[in-house]
């Protein structure tokens, strides 16, 4: 594995805990707040950043001619199923099991490449969806044990990690010649035009203006940062990373997730929480290291 500089270490790091600590941010964000049009508003947020960021590269955001249906069809899965979901789960759910069941998309993904284009699965994959349906099943029984407990949160984010792991599997077998940010533009704009006419249809009657200036704060982390800025590191590091580093960085963020849930929120994470998280790092470790390390091998 290539070494990396101090200046790629340290935006793996901030990429990491930037959208680890978003998920006990956007569960304080849509707790009087309609959550669909949070979510809109982020996104929205975000495309000023990606265009200036496109200008200043020279990338054209331009959509090539016969592309846009192949941009939505991925964009659906990707950005908006996957959104809406994670969005209207956390708002039933601790912020840290949220992140864990968000988390299972990589194993969704093996699954997906499995039953619709017969990719092969083998032992260790299988160990690993295992694994992850072990710990999905573990805070999905703890939901349904605890008086307050709503289940619909944990499916509805699960139904948001299989989309995105779906998306993910289509998004390796579709080719759209253009630059990936115009691509990552795209993808947002278009997943947040539909999230706001939903959320003018069925929100618009809970619209406020925020007194509160934490609630702002929210907005402008999830949509400078979360959609902005880390979209733009992503993708100028994705080429650059080796496979194990960004395969820990992706799996330490639910791990950011339930701590800073518990640190930010006072949420206090159940054995449940602890258990399934370790199962589904494991999970993750089989899907997301194990072809990396053969690679390098």
């Known amino acids: 594995m290539s070494r990396l500089s101090r200046k790629e270490w340290f935006l793996l790091v901030f990429l990491t ?5 978003n998920w006990p941010i956007m569960k304080f964000g849509v707790t009087g707040f309609p959550p669909v049009t949070f979510r809109a508003l982020g996104m929205i947020g975000a495309l000023p950043v990606l265009y200036l960021f496109a200008r200043m590269k020279h990338e054209s955001l331009s959509i090539p001619s016969g592309q846009l249906l192949p941009l939505i069809r991925l964009a659906v899965p990707n950005v908006l199923i996957w959104n809406m979901m994670i969005i209207l789960g956390v708002r039933m759910l601790s912020s840290g099991r949220a992140a864990i069941l968000g988390y299972t998309m990589p194993v969704w993904a093996v699954l997906a490449g499995y039953l619709i284009y017969h990719e092969k699965l083998n032992r260790v994959a299988c160990m690993g969806i295992i694994c992850a349906a072990t710990g999905a099943l573990l805070l999905l029984s703890g939901e349904f044990s605890a008086l307050s407990g709503k289940p619909l949160g944990s499916i509805l984010v699960l139904i ?40 003018f249809i069925f929100e618009s009657a809970n619209w406020y203006v925020p007194a509160d200036p934490l609630e702002w704060a929210a907005f402008a982390y999830n949509g400078i940062l979360v959609f902005g800025f880390a979209n733009i590191i992503w993708i100028q590091m994705a080429r650059k990373l080796p496979p194990v580093a960004s395969s820990l960085s992706v799996m330490m963020i639910p791990v950011v997730g339930v701590f800073s ?37």
């Not at 805990?17 to 600590?21: E, Q, R």
């Not at 278009?190 to 999230?195: E, F, G």
């Open 17 to 21: 805990v930037c959208w680890g600590l």
């Open 160 to 199: 948001g990690a299989a989309s995105w792991g779906y998306g993910t599997v289509e998004m390796k077998r579709t080719v759209i010649p253009m630059p990936s940010i115009a691509m990552t533009f795209w993808l947002i704009a278009l997943s947040a035009l539909a999230l706001t006419v939903y959320s």
């Open 261 to 297: 849930g518990a640190w930010l929120l006072g949420e206090i994470p159940r054995w449940q929480d602890y258990v399934a998280m370790i199962l589904i790092l494991m999970s993750m470790s089989t899907v997301l290291l194990k072809p990396s390390l053969n690679k390098e091998t």
